[in-house]
């Protein structure tokens, strides 16, 4: 977890003294005011599970890191999902041109094709210019979500990625789907 925070972890140990554990953390600094708990049943995480039946998606998520990977798959398993992986930029485009997503998840930084790349392919795509894809990335810097968004990603999640944040992109997506569907349909 220290790791997913972009920090590192130190251990200090004396024989019948003691040990010592310290460790550092990249954080994003909130305001006082985002700190008061809301109200809304929404930000409470246990609503959240099972919403796969209420707010459907077909996803794929692209990420090379087995440790995000599992992260990823945790939090989509909880939130009722089912999806497929890619774990570099070239399976991702190869499967978004295979199959039909609603969503991809798009890892930035990935072997062989990276996300942003992968993404510029994608769009190129005459079926999958729809599709909804958040670029994820432990970069914070407003210009890492500028290119990500210029490269035709819709979104995009800091790393380590948040339940509840992640379950309102993923109902998000999905009622823009619906909504894009019922305009279609009329």
């Not at 008061?36 to 796969?52: C, Y």
Request: with cysteine; aromatic share 6%; charged share 25%.
């Amino acid at each position: 977890m220290i790791a997913l925070l972009g920090g590192e972890m130190h251990i200090s140990s004396k024989l019948n003294k003691g040990s010592e554990f310290t460790f550092t953390a990249l954080l994003k600094m909130v305001k006082g005011e985002d700190l008061k708990l809301k109200e809304d049943p929404t930000t409470n995480p246990k609503s959240w599970i099972g919403m796969a039946s209420e707010y459907p998606l077909r996803i794929l998520l692209a990420e090379d890191n087995d440790l995000n990977l599992q992260l990823m798959n945790l939090m989509l398993v909880q939130l009722g999902y089912d999806f497929e992986v890619a774990k570099n930029g070239k399976k991702a485009f190869e499967l978004a041109s295979e199959q039909v997503f609603d969503l991809i998840l798009m890892d930035v930084q990935m072997p062989v094709l990276n996300g942003l790349e992968s993404t510029i392919l994608i769009r190129k795509m005459p079926l999958n210019n729809s599709v909804y894809i958040i670029g994820l990335s432990a970069n914070v810097f407003d210009e890492d979500q500028k290119r990500a968004i210029e490269s035709g990603m819709n979104d995009y999640l800091t790393k380590p990625i948040r339940l509840v944040e992640f379950a309102e992109k993923l109902k998000d997506c999905s009622t823009k789907l619906k909504s894009n569907v019922n305009k279609k349909g009329r």
